[in-house]
Protein backbone atom coordinates (compact mmCIF):
# COMPACT_ATOMS: atom_id res chain seq x y z
CA UNK A 1 0.00 0.00 0.00
CA UNK A 2 2.78 2.23 0.92
CA UNK A 3 5.80 0.77 -0.64
CA UNK A 4 7.50 1.07 2.42
CA UNK A 5 9.02 -0.05 6.06
CA UNK A 6 7.75 2.89 7.85
CA UNK A 7 5.33 1.74 10.69
CA UNK A 8 2.25 3.95 9.96
CA UNK A 9 -1.39 5.12 11.49
CA UNK A 10 -4.11 4.03 9.91
CA UNK A 11 -7.74 3.79 9.43
CA UNK A 12 -10.29 1.05 8.13
CA UNK A 13 -14.28 1.46 7.84
CA UNK A 14 -16.07 -0.89 6.57
CA UNK A 15 -20.41 -1.77 7.03
CA UNK A 16 -22.77 -4.51 7.48
CA UNK A 17 -20.79 -7.63 7.24
CA UNK A 18 -17.47 -5.84 6.39
CA UNK A 19 -17.46 -7.39 2.20
CA UNK A 20 -20.01 -4.36 0.82
CA UNK A 21 -17.84 -1.48 1.35
CA UNK A 22 -15.28 0.07 2.95
CA UNK A 23 -11.52 1.43 2.58
CA UNK A 24 -8.14 2.58 4.04
CA UNK A 25 -7.67 5.87 5.03
CA UNK A 26 -8.72 8.43 2.37
CA UNK A 27 -8.93 6.47 -0.15
CA UNK A 28 -12.69 6.98 -0.66
CA UNK A 29 -15.60 9.54 0.61
CA UNK A 30 -15.98 7.96 4.51
CA UNK A 31 -13.61 9.47 7.10
CA UNK A 32 -13.45 13.06 7.03
CA UNK A 33 -10.24 14.28 7.86
CA UNK A 34 -10.61 17.98 10.01
CA UNK A 35 -8.80 21.48 10.33
CA UNK A 36 -6.14 21.42 12.32
CA UNK A 37 -5.44 17.38 12.71
CA UNK A 38 -2.29 16.66 14.11
CA UNK A 39 -1.82 13.19 12.77
CA UNK A 40 -3.98 12.03 9.38
CA UNK A 41 -4.99 8.13 8.07
CA UNK A 42 -1.54 7.02 7.02
CA UNK A 43 0.90 9.16 8.39
CA UNK A 44 4.21 7.84 9.21
CA UNK A 45 4.77 7.37 13.22
CA UNK A 46 8.15 8.77 14.10
CA UNK A 47 10.47 8.39 16.08
CA UNK A 48 9.69 4.88 17.44
CA UNK A 49 10.08 3.20 20.88
CA UNK A 50 13.38 1.75 21.78
CA UNK A 51 14.35 -1.05 24.12
CA UNK A 52 17.77 1.32 25.14
CA UNK A 53 15.96 4.97 24.81
CA UNK A 54 12.46 4.48 26.03
CA UNK A 55 8.72 4.01 24.69
CA UNK A 56 6.96 6.07 22.76
CA UNK A 57 2.90 6.40 22.00
CA UNK A 58 0.02 7.80 20.69
CA UNK A 59 -3.67 8.03 22.67
CA UNK A 60 -6.28 8.08 20.77
CA UNK A 61 -10.27 8.04 21.69
CA UNK A 62 -13.27 7.37 19.55
CA UNK A 63 -16.82 8.48 20.68
CA UNK A 64 -20.00 9.64 19.17
CA UNK A 65 -20.72 13.06 18.74
CA UNK A 66 -24.58 13.37 20.55
CA UNK A 67 -24.94 16.37 18.27
CA UNK A 68 -24.22 14.87 15.37
CA UNK A 69 -24.53 11.20 15.94
CA UNK A 70 -21.38 10.83 14.23
CA UNK A 71 -18.36 8.95 15.42
CA UNK A 72 -15.42 11.33 16.07
CA UNK A 73 -11.83 10.30 16.41
CA UNK A 74 -9.41 12.79 18.93
CA UNK A 75 -6.23 11.98 19.83
CA UNK A 76 -4.76 13.25 23.57
CA UNK A 77 -1.32 13.05 23.87
CA UNK A 78 -0.34 15.73 21.76
CA UNK A 79 -2.52 17.79 24.00
CA UNK A 80 -5.26 20.24 22.28
CA UNK A 81 -8.43 22.68 22.78
CA UNK A 82 -11.18 19.69 23.57
CA UNK A 83 -11.03 18.62 26.61
CA UNK A 84 -7.34 18.37 26.33
CA UNK A 85 -7.84 16.49 22.96
CA UNK A 86 -7.09 17.08 19.32
CA UNK A 87 -10.35 16.42 16.67
CA UNK A 88 -8.80 14.33 13.99
CA UNK A 89 -11.71 13.61 12.20
CA UNK A 90 -14.76 11.51 12.55
CA UNK A 91 -16.62 8.72 10.39
CA UNK A 92 -20.33 10.14 9.07
CA UNK A 93 -23.18 8.17 10.73
CA UNK A 94 -24.38 8.35 6.87
CA UNK A 95 -21.65 5.41 6.66
CA UNK A 96 -23.08 3.17 9.12
CA UNK A 97 -26.66 1.43 9.87
CA UNK A 98 -25.63 -0.47 13.00
CA UNK A 99 -23.83 2.42 14.82
CA UNK A 100 -27.31 5.10 15.03
CA UNK A 101 -27.11 4.75 18.71
CA UNK A 102 -23.95 2.75 20.24
CA UNK A 103 -21.44 0.30 19.28
CA UNK A 104 -21.66 -3.38 21.10
CA UNK A 105 -17.64 -4.82 20.08
CA UNK A 106 -14.33 -2.52 20.09
CA UNK A 107 -11.34 -3.90 18.68
CA UNK A 108 -7.91 -3.58 19.63
CA UNK A 109 -5.49 -4.65 16.14
CA UNK A 110 -1.97 -5.17 15.31
CA UNK A 111 -1.89 -5.83 11.18
CA UNK A 112 0.78 -6.41 8.55
CA UNK A 113 0.25 -6.62 5.06
CA UNK A 114 2.38 -8.23 2.19
CA UNK A 115 2.79 -9.93 -1.08
CA UNK A 116 2.52 -13.97 -0.62
CA UNK A 117 5.68 -14.37 -2.12
CA UNK A 118 7.37 -12.36 0.44
CA UNK A 119 8.93 -13.25 3.61
CA UNK A 120 6.41 -11.71 6.59
CA UNK A 121 7.45 -8.49 8.03
CA UNK A 122 7.72 -7.97 11.68
CA UNK A 123 4.60 -6.84 14.05
CA UNK A 124 5.47 -4.11 16.83
CA UNK A 125 8.73 -4.49 17.99
CA UNK A 126 9.40 -7.99 16.97
CA UNK A 127 9.23 -9.54 20.03
CA UNK A 128 6.73 -11.84 21.40
CA UNK A 129 4.50 -10.55 24.00
CA UNK A 130 6.20 -13.14 26.74
CA UNK A 131 8.95 -10.03 26.65
CA UNK A 132 6.29 -7.72 28.43
CA UNK A 133 7.31 -5.15 29.43
CA UNK A 134 11.24 -6.19 28.25
CA UNK A 135 10.02 -4.61 24.83
CA UNK A 136 6.86 -6.51 23.66
CA UNK A 137 5.15 -3.98 21.46
CA UNK A 138 1.20 -3.25 23.43
CA UNK A 139 -1.86 -1.17 23.53
CA UNK A 140 -2.13 0.09 27.12
CA UNK A 141 -5.24 1.74 28.86
CA UNK A 142 -7.54 -0.07 26.79
CA UNK A 143 -11.37 1.12 28.15
CA UNK A 144 -14.88 1.68 26.79
CA UNK A 145 -17.68 3.77 27.17
CA UNK A 146 -21.05 3.44 28.87
CA UNK A 147 -23.84 4.91 26.70
CA UNK A 148 -23.66 7.87 29.43
CA UNK A 149 -20.08 8.55 28.91
CA UNK A 150 -18.81 7.45 31.80
CA UNK A 151 -16.02 4.46 31.37
CA UNK A 152 -17.33 1.12 31.31
CA UNK A 153 -15.79 -0.48 34.64
CA UNK A 154 -17.60 -3.64 34.44
CA UNK A 155 -15.56 -6.63 34.13
CA UNK A 156 -14.82 -7.96 31.10
CA UNK A 157 -12.79 -10.64 29.26
CA UNK A 158 -11.77 -9.64 25.25
CA UNK A 159 -10.82 -12.31 23.25
CA UNK A 160 -7.88 -12.54 21.53
CA UNK A 161 -7.94 -13.92 17.61
CA UNK A 162 -4.47 -14.72 16.32
CA UNK A 163 -4.20 -15.62 12.37
CA UNK A 164 -0.67 -16.66 12.14
CA UNK A 165 0.57 -18.17 15.38
CA UNK A 166 3.59 -19.09 14.18
CA UNK A 167 4.92 -15.91 13.69
CA UNK A 168 2.77 -13.46 15.58
CA UNK A 169 0.38 -13.86 18.83
CA UNK A 170 -1.17 -11.74 21.69
CA UNK A 171 -0.96 -12.01 25.21
CA UNK A 172 -3.65 -12.24 27.55
CA UNK A 173 -5.41 -9.28 28.85
CA UNK A 174 -3.74 -7.60 32.12
CA UNK A 175 -5.46 -5.19 34.76
CA UNK A 176 -3.78 -1.73 34.85
CA UNK A 177 -4.88 -1.07 38.54
CA UNK A 178 -7.82 1.50 37.48
CA UNK A 179 -11.19 0.49 37.15
CA UNK A 180 -12.04 -0.37 33.26
CA UNK A 181 -8.46 0.11 32.50
CA UNK A 182 -6.45 -2.76 30.61
CA UNK A 183 -3.64 -3.57 28.26
CA UNK A 184 -2.28 -6.66 26.46
CA UNK A 185 0.81 -6.88 24.28
CA UNK A 186 1.55 -8.38 21.09
CA UNK A 187 3.57 -8.92 17.95
CA UNK A 188 6.56 -11.10 16.55
CA UNK A 189 8.20 -11.94 13.75
CA UNK A 190 8.63 -14.82 10.96
CA UNK A 191 10.35 -17.14 10.52
CA UNK A 192 10.15 -17.53 14.25
CA UNK A 193 13.17 -19.05 15.66
CA UNK A 194 11.40 -20.00 18.76
CA UNK A 195 7.75 -21.12 19.27
CA UNK A 196 6.18 -18.33 20.42
CA UNK A 197 4.08 -18.91 24.27
CA UNK A 198 2.31 -15.88 26.12
Not at 5 to 26: E, S
Not at 109 to 121: A, I, K, M, N, R
Not at 131 to 143: K, R, S, V, W
Amino acid sequence: MYKDYNLRFFTYWTAGDGTKRGCYNLDCPGFVLADGANIHPGHSLWPLSDINLGMRYITLRIKKDEATGDWSLYREDKGGPIGGMTLVGWWPKTLFNGLVDSGNEIEWTGSVFYPSDETPPTMGSQLFPKMLEGGAAHFYDCYGFTTTGSIYEYDYQPYPVVTKPECYNVSLWYDTGKPGYKHFFYGGRCPDPEPPSV
